[in-house]
């Protein structure tokens, strides 16, 4: 043993302290850190030369401690089982925004609702069969008439914008799809070189796990660790990012329907997204067009029970009636010739201009649109009902994989501390093994050679 | 063993104060707006119920305000008929008088006015309108009922369009109107001709008096029946109108108990909750404060 290799045990005591007290204080930076795993130092003890050789003398201890690497402590199933419930939990968030913004545009119960304009236009046949004379009720029945068509009309632009809405923001999200997929590739390549260089790169591979998150959250995206530190995305079985290349993504609206998908722009095709992209291509293709439809179901029905006994009947001058509701492009519309003259809506059932209100009467016991329009809303407050739902019970679900993940992977401030001081100790104590060193060699050199 | 993290722990804090927070301002929504139901999804069923109630609501009050109106229809054709009434007594009393035979020529011219005068007054009376409708023309569209030489222009009875009915159940529509010649007799056999030829018959042809005076008798007896008829159906408004009432306030009470809040439950509810709520607040500052840090020195 040389009379200076203690000093050398000394010194990579020294210095592998010093280096975890820098992770240790990593970590309390990043208590508060979105996406950080926690790193802890491997120590390891130097065991001295391997080979003997002529001039290498080995006599047996270790010469001092040496770190083995830093480690992101992190729980790879854990990740994958968070980034699917992350896909799930944003798939049915954003399920229940949309259904949400359906609900907002069926107001009920309350007093000025489609239900209660439908009420207050049958409402009006009742009083014109009343007094079929009076031009006040004429003139109220196509006020109100008015009214409703224009109500609906409305209802279903609303629900058009909320569609068109929702196609944009699917567009802008695989838009940024895109860009996160060119960082995730791009932090492949740099984890690759990190890693050929011996460099750490745990931050980095932090940078790329929280891109990760992201990717599941917005396209339900699946990871498979490929070659050389590089991670792989899949959608299903189709592949997104290997290694450092990654494919573009582009939404496509088919013309006409407005239906959209979402497709490899290589290629042109359509990827298998889930997610909050599935959710929001199942909103645009389905869930709105559907109570579009319900919503002109209840037109027609309304359209149907009032033109069928309107047409039958005469106005006030004995001529037959009109239809009194139309469809135009944007939908149901009153007959402009019945709006323009109250005298043109038929109350009589008998020809010949007469004060018979019959016709009227017989309107006003119509029942159908209201009933259609009260089965719409029920399935409308079932299925935002049951969203809403789903979506508690998943959040308890992904509550339960943050707090797991948090388990393994979070900064204690405590543990922390705790190591904090274990490591000064270590370090005081390889100081103060230093100093002791010194003296013995100052007693073999000043000491002894007198 | 789970390790705990600073961050989880407040994570877990802060689900748990905004759980917390939530059901306090879903009751406090609920009792700001007074109701149960703010959007469907709050209670489908209950909306449903809600929706059928308030459609049920306004369907009963466009039944009771064409039963009422019927009612005022029914009202004044019954007016109507009384004092129609009360001048063909009045005729009959002249005739009665007339066949007595002490009455001479002076006071027959007198007494024939005076019919002529009864039946000017009973035509108008057969004018009256409601409105600008006339009361008994059925469903024409005509100024007067009679015309001024006493010929029925409106809706002959038994023929399309003479009755006027109000809608006053779902299934239920009475009719509110009489035809001019169900109320005043058949055109030709009507209470005019009777009067006019009763008054004829004053100035000069005094064999007739008897058989005007069966007239008479046949006009009062159609009149008393066209009378009942309207006290009957006056009547039975007058049951839709109760029972329509009564099926309101079911209705409303239905409507209040699916769609408002029990005031009393709901600040109960909110009190409670502000106390689970600030129990977790205390037990959030409690937990958050400790730290191993406080006792190195």
């Known amino acids: 043993m040389s009379s200076t290799g203690g000093f050398n045990i000394g010194l990579t005591a020294l210095i592998a302290h010093r280096q975890t007290l820098d992770v240790i204080g990593q970590n309390l930076a990043n208590v508060n850190t979105e996406g950080y795993s926690r790193q802890r130092v491997n120590l390891k003890p130097d065991a001295g030369p391997i080979s003997p050789a002529v001039f290498s003398i080995y006599d047996g201890t270790g010469s001092g401690v040496r770190i083995n690497g830093i480690t992101r402590l992190r729980d790879e199933f854990l990740e994958a089982r968070a980034h699917q419930e992350f896909a799930y939990d944003a798939q049915l968030n954003r399920t229940k925004e949309l259904i949400d913004g359906v609900e907002t545009t069926f107001s009920e119960p309350s007093d000025n609702g489609l239900g209660a304009l439908l009420g207050d236009f049958i409402g009006s046949w009742s009083s014109l069969a009343n007094s079929p004379g009076e031009l006040a009720s004429r003139s109220q029945v196509v006020e109100r008439g008015e009214t409703l068509a224009a109500a609906i009309r409305n209802q279903d632009s609303n629900l058009q914008g909320q569609r068109r809405a929702a196609t944009d923001q699917l567009s802008n999200q695989i838009s940024q799809v895109n860009l996160k997929t060119r960082q995730f590739s791009a932090l492949n390549d740099r984890i690759r070189s990190a ?22 959250q917005t396209l339900g995206a699946r990871f498979v660790t490929g070659t050389e530190g590089a991670v792989d995305v899949y959608l299903g079985a189709q592949v997104l990012v290997r290694s450092e290349s990654a494919e573009e993504l582009r939404v496509a609206a088919a013309p006409g329907t407005g239906n959209v998908s979402v497709n490899f722009v290589r290629n042109g095709t359509g990827a298998s997204v889930g997610g909050a992209a599935l959710a929001a291509i199942q909103g645009i293709n389905e869930v709105i067009p559907r109570y579009r439809t319900e919503l002109a179901a209840i ?3 309304l359209a149907d029970e009032v033109n069928a006994v309107h047409t039958a009947s005469y106005d006030r001058s004995g001529n037959p009636g009109q239809a009194f509701f139309t469809f135009g492009p944007n939908g149901i519309t009153m007959n402009p010739v019945v709006r323009a003259d109250p005298n043109k809506v038929a109350a009589s059932a008998i020809p010949g201009g007469n004060l018979d209100g019959s016709a009227a009467r017989e309107i006003s016991r119509k029942t159908g649109a209201q009933k259609l329009y009260g089965d719409t809303v029920v399935r409308v407050a079932v299925e935002a009902q049951a969203a809403s739902r789903r979506v508690d019970v998943q959040a308890n679900v992904v509550k339960q994989i943050e707090n797991a993940r948090d388990s393994t992977s979070g900064v204690n401030v405590d543990e922390e501390m705790a190591n904090l001081l274990a490591t000064q100790r270590a370090y005081e104590a390889a100081a103060r093994f230093i100093s002791v060193l010194d003296e013995v060699l100052d007693t073999l050199v000043n000491r002894l050679v007198r | 063993m789970t390790r705990v993290t600073e961050r989880g722990a407040n994570r877990v804090m802060l689900d748990n104060l905004q759980a917390s927070l939530q059901k ?3 009751l406090q929504e609920q009792v700001a707006s007074g109701r149960q139901i703010n959007k469907p999804s709050d209670s489908p069923d209950g909306t449903v119920n809600a929706l059928r109630y308030r459609d049920d609501l306004r369907r009963i009050d466009q ?16 007016t109507t008929l009384q004092k129609g009434l009360e001048a063909v007594g009045r005729a009959r009393t002249l005739v009665i008088q007339a066949r007595n035979s002490t009455v001479d020529a002076g006071s027959r011219e007198g007494m024939a006015k005076e019919i002529e005068a009864l039946r000017d007054s009973l035509l108008a009376l057969a004018n009256t309108k409601v409105g600008d409708r006339s009361l008994f023309a059925g469903t024409a569209d005509v100024a007067f009922a009679y015309s001024g030489a006493g010929a029925y222009q409106g809706t002959p009875p038994g023929t399309a369009g003479d009755r006027i009915d109000r809608q006053v159940g779902p299934d239920s529509a009475l009719r509110i109107n ?6 005043f007799g058949a055109p030709g056999a009507d209470v005019f001709t009777a009067l006019s030829t009763l008054a004829t018959n004053l100035r000069s042809n005094p064999n007739g008096l008897g058989a005007s005076l069966d007239a008479m008798a046949a006009a009062n007896a159609q009149m ?3 009378l ?26 239905g409507l209040a108990d699916v769609e408002q809040i029990d005031i009393s439950e709901a600040t109960l509810n909110i009190k409670l909750q502000e106390v689970a709520f600030q129990a977790a607040l205390s037990a959030a500052a409690k937990v958050s404060r400790n730290s191993l840090m406080d006792f190195l020195r």
């Open chain 1, 299 to 301: 037109a027609t029905k």
């Open chain 2, 24 to 26: 306090l301002s879903r």
């Open chain 2, 228 to 253: 009942a008829t309207v006290g009957a159906r006056a009547n039975q408004m007058n049951l839709v109108i109760d029972r329509n009432e009564a099926a309101r306030l079911d209705i409303t009470t």
């Open chain 1, 195 to 216: 890693q050929a260089d011996g460099d750490p790169a745990n931050e980095l591979r932090d940078q790329r796990d929280q891109l990760a998150v992201e990717l599941a």
């Open chain 2, 224 to 226: 008393r029946a066209a």
């Open chain 2, 178 to 183: 009489l035809t001019g010649p169900e109320a």
């Open chain 2, 63 to 78: 039944y009771k305000a064409s039963a009422q109106d019927g009612l005022d229809w029914l009202n004044i054709t019954d």
